[in-house]
């Protein structure tokens, strides 16, 4: 599913929307919002250049190719306007020109930052804001350094411009770097994991425009299907109620989830497929495997989206209905954090403090989804 650009269509979030608006009418405040893959960062920056008026909003989508004088180049060649010119004589025609600020920016100025803020400068009856979004492809330090030291050169000298840093991350510094200078101009927004309320929300505002119904149970299962991601409520409902309109009725039952679920795992990424593949895979006919890689799919998460090895403990002796203890299954953990197993899980800590988590986080709704077909 592509990431949401419209408006009407996008459900949830006000802590984070209202949070950015405050770094926008605050002067010399900008921001970065960042947080796990998958949990709706890019829909949110696409709702940003609509929702938010009396800006010119520019957004920038960031690749490994990229440096900071590529990058801005591509957000001034967005930055537009019309101009009319006069031609000469008595009836000469008035022609207007759409030009754009990337012509008045040299790369190869020796100090192409503060030309940045210069030409900026020149238009103060505007608000600016530029959008940068996948930042964490960009992987050079001095690009990221340049980033930082211009958010704090806009600070200080520019007040009709804000700057917002968008990517996966655990948190600021693994962006953007250790910048201290930055603590007070740059507003650090978490992106969480979506709440069942805002995931039923757009569930209910979808099949409400369809004139679609579904009752409270279905929408609890997908809820729990989806883990927090969006991308799965999207691809459920829209493969669900597919089978709803092609059938012309209007509930959406069992059996449209079940049908989308099937489809949704047909339309998931090969990269997920191939990790679970690899991590499932073994001689014997057992399904340990899969019962340890449920587990962790259901266990309680901590505030960093991690689960203890007593969590996934509990829940591998609430599934398998067995009373086993936490030795027997430390070597399916230590190897689901290898290649060969697709490195499905990463390992943080030691000891009593080690946790696991997913490293594709989406990869939990997709053993569930995996789960529910194979039973």
């Not at 408006?7 to 926008?24: D, H, M, P």
């Not at 960031?62 to 180049?73: A, M, V």
């Not at 992106?191 to 039923?200: F, H, I, L, V």
């Not at 988590?357 to 789960?371: D, G, V």
Request: overall charge neutral; charged content about 25%; proline content about 2%.
């Amino acid at each position: 599913m592509a990431p949401i650009k419209k408006e009407e269509f996008f459900r949830g979030r006000i802590n984070q929307l209202e949070k950015i608006c405050n770094a926008i009418n605050e002067d010399g405040q900008h921001a970065m919002l960042f947080g796990e893959r998958g949990v709706g960062k890019t829909s949110l920056a696409n709702i940003m250049t609509e929702s938010i008026t009396n800006l010119y909003p520019i957004k920038i989508t960031c690749n490994r190719t990229d440096n900071f004088k590529s990058l801005w180049k591509q957000a001034f060649r967005d930055v537009q306007f019309s101009t009319n010119t006069v031609g000469i004589g008595f009836n000469a025609q008035v022609k207007q020109e759409i030009i754009n600020l990337e012509s008045s920016l040299d790369e190869n100025s020796s100090t192409f930052s503060s030309d940045i803020i210069r030409l900026l400068g020149r238009f103060p009856d505007f608000s600016f804001l530029f959008i940068f979004d996948e930042f964490d492809n960009i992987l050079d330090k001095e690009v990221r350094r340049n980033f930082a030291d211009l958010i704090k050169a806009f600070s200080d000298n520019n007040t009709n411009t804000t700057i917002i840093i968008v990517g996966i991350a655990d948190d600021v510094e693994k962006l953007i770097g250790n910048h201290q200078s930055l603590e007070r101009c740059l507003k650090q927004i978490r992106m969480p994991r979506m709440s069942s309320q805002e995931y039923k929300e757009i569930i209910e505002k979808g099949l409400e425009r369809l004139e679609i119904h579904i009752d409270n149970n279905l929408k609890n299962k997908i809820v729990e299907f989806s883990s927090g991601f969006p991308h799965y409520i999207h691809l459920l409902c829209k493969f669900g109620c597919e089978e709803v309109v092609e059938e012309d009725r209007a509930d959406f039952n069992e059996n449209d989830l079940q049908k989308a679920i099937h489809k949704g795992i047909e339309n998931t990424n090969e990269q997920l497929k191939s990790a679970y593949r690899k991590a499932v895979i073994g001689l014997s006919t057992t399904n340990k495997w899969k019962d340890v890689l449920f587990s962790c799919a259901e266990s309680e998460l901590d505030e960093f989206n991690c689960f203890s090895i007593t969590s996934i403990l509990n829940s591998y002796n609430r599934r398998t209905s067995k009373t086993v203890k936490g030795s027997s299954l430390a070597y399916n953990l230590g190897q689901l954090c290898y290649k060969e197993r697709g490195a499905i899980l990463e390992r943080l800590g030691t000891g009593l403090n080690t946790r696991y988590r997913f490293s594709n986080p989406m990869m939990m709704a997709y053993i569930k989804l995996m789960t529910n077909l194979e039973r």
